[in-house]
């Protein structure tokens, strides 16, 4: 499990780097590094419980439930402030995104950022095509069409207009 956790955990910070123009927070890469914590603590109360059981030892046994009752708990506490919370972050996400898709001109590196991220959730907008429309870029360019990252990639001469939406 700790070694999963690690893995999961250095995925994640991987991936940041890819996404760190969404997530401006600077806090936003702290989960990663707690989950990597977790799988070191978890690692070190494995190694407990391994020894209390090979030497039958009744303390390290009483020890071992102890912290992993403790862990329990920290993770129910975990849960439900993320069910509580889960709006906020919501939000405050899909505002960072709203502002960065207001900065999308197509060649800084916002934009593909920008790209990237649509081509790699197969999405277009925060929440449909039609975000593009309140967008700088979409007045600018006059030509009623959205990024060609918002094309699906099985459609073939895709234009990105928005006459077409089967094709976004």
């Known amino acids: 499990a700790a070694a999963g956790l690690s893995y999961v955990g250095a995925y994640v910070i991987n991936t940041y780097k890819s996404y760190d123009n969404f997530l401006q927070d600077k806090y936003a890469v702290l989960p990663a590094v707690i989950i990597i914590c977790v799988a070191v603590v978890m690692f070190i109360i494995g190694l407990i419980g391994c020894c209390a059981t090979f030497r039958e030892s ?25 069910f509580v919370y889960r709006e ?34 197969h999405c277009c907008g925060v929440k449909n ?3 593009w429309t309140t967008t700088q870029w979409f007045n600018s360019t006059g030509n009623n069409s959205v990024p060609l990252s918002c094309c699906r990639q099985d459609t073939k001469n895709c234009t990105g207009r928005l006459d077409q939406p089967q094709e976004l």
Do not use: C, H, W
């Not at 919501?90 to 916002?110: C, I």
């Open 88 to 121: 906020k972050v919501k939000t405050d996400v899909q505002s960072t995104m709203r502002s960065v898709f207001e900065k999308y001109d197509g060649k800084n590196p916002e934009s593909t950022v920008v790209d990237y991220l649509q081509e790699q959730l």
């Open 129 to 131: 095509y039609s975000d």
């Open 58 to 82: 009744r303390v390290g046994l009483g020890l071992f439930l102890a912290i992993i009752l403790v862990i329990f708990i920290a993770e129910v506490s975990a849960f439900v402030l993320g």
